[in-house]
């Protein structure tokens, strides 16, 4: 009987060493509603691209937590939404870099007389903190947090209690791939290199990469099976050359999706303050992303009234309600993923939709997550028993 018992035991050990090995990092999604994507993390509680911003989406409840790379001087990766450093950091209190301020053009920002992150060494950059940009925010948070850097941000994720995607953002790649001390090196390089160290290569990691710039989409594409991303211009025709059709049908030959603002794929009209403040129809943008095999992904979601047509009635529920209901949109980018979350059980309520547990994962590789497992072990320990 002794002997019996111990080949059980040494049955179950073998069978949970064997599952752990199998299951280590497999994702496994099962999206039964749109991804909430945070957008710079939870950027409108806590200054967007801080560590506290992107360990709070996760417990507000968002699937990925986004964030904007650039690159430093000694070429390592960090989260800022853009290289000019004012808006987003205490650089004007540092008289030690005063020397530093320049002149420089940034595409779609023309020039700007500003610190740049690329000017600056991690280390360097390390020694500011960052603020909230937007004036109408929560300010008692300025001054306190760091500039992470890229490795951190994909450790907040992978330290999370359940699986959290991440949805880095290449920034300015054919500005910062022609700055001098890239020294021939790529941008685009630099990102898949950190992400292989973390584990991310492959098409069903829970890892999208996204972009303005198409050509350095298709050079990343050229180099990994990771899901990729074109965003569009907020202000771009979605009939102009850049979102006719046969771009389109192009794109999907390449990528897992486009991102488009909110704006595109619902017409505006003004009132007599010229502000977009009322929406009347619905464009067609939706209908031939999803015809062409894409994905969608929108943004920018945001609670405040300036940011919600009149139609919401100041609710961003609301908002997130009728978007939602508009037809298979994969992913939404907002500043506040917990009103998403609330938004998307107020949907559960009506419609039936399932909004918990929406992503699993095996990742600790327990043998007791898999019912087959279980029942395949009762019944072994039955027959060595009997």
């Not at 099962?30 to 200054?47: K, L």
């Not at 949109?329 to 938004?343: C, L």
Request: aromatic residues 12%.
């Amino acid at each position: 009987m002794l002997v019996k018992v111990l080949s059980v035991v040494l049955i179950f050990l073998t069978c949970s060493v064997c599952l752990k090995t199998v299951s280590t990092n497999i994702v496994v999604e099962t999206r039964s509603r749109p991804w909430i994507i945070a957008h710079r993390g939870s950027s409108g509680v806590y200054p967007e691209h801080t560590i506290a911003a992107y360990k709070r989406a996760i417990e507000d409840g968002a699937d990925l937590i986004e964030c904007d790379l650039l690159l430093t001087r000694d070429r390592q990766l960090v989260c800022l939404h853009e290289p000019y450093l004012t808006s987003s950091t205490n650089i004007a209190q540092h008289p030690e870099y005063e020397t530093r301020k320049r002149k420089l053009t940034i595409p779609d920002h023309g020039e700007l007389d500003d610190w740049f992150s690329f000017d600056f060494t991690l280390e360097e950059l390390k020694s500011l903190r960052v603020k909230q940009r937007f004036s109408f925010r929560d300010q008692s948070f300025n001054g306190i947090y760091q500039i992470p850097t890229f490795h951190e941000y994909i450790r907040v994720a992978k330290e999370a209690k359940r699986l959290v995607g991440i949805y880095p953002e290449i920034k300015h790649p054919e500005l910062i791939n022609s700055l001098p001390f890239m020294n021939g090196f790529k941008f685009e390089d630099i990102l898949l290199d950190v992400l292989k160290q973390h584990g991310y290569t492959k098409k069903g990691d829970f890892c999208l990469i996204q972009s303005f710039s198409d050509p350095a989409l298709r050079y990343i594409k050229s180099k990994t099976d990771i899901r990729l991303v074109i965003l569009v211009e907020r202000e771009e025709d979605i009939m102009g050359p850049f979102l006719n059709d046969s771009k389109i049908e192009d794109w999907a030959t390449l990528y897992h999706g486009i991102g488009a603002w909110k704006t595109q794929i619902v017409e505006y009209f003004e009132n007599t303050n010229k502000y977009k403040n009322w929406i009347s129809n619905e464009t067609n943008l939706l209908d031939r992303v999803l015809d062409s095999g894409l994905n969608l992904h929108l943004y920018t979601f945001r609670n405040e009234d300036q940011f919600l047509a009149w139609n919401f009635k100041q609710d961003p529920i609301d908002e997130y309600l009728y978007f939602s209901r508009l037809g298979d949109i994969e992913g939404y980018f907002t500043d506040f993923p917990h009103t998403m979350f609330r938004a998307f059980e107020e949907r559960h309520k009506s419609d039936g939709c399932n909004v918990a547990k929406t992503r699993t994962t095996n990742r600790t590789g327990s043998v007791t997550s898999s019912p087959v497992i279980r029942i395949i072990m009762v019944i072994i320990t039955f027959c060595i028993l009997s």
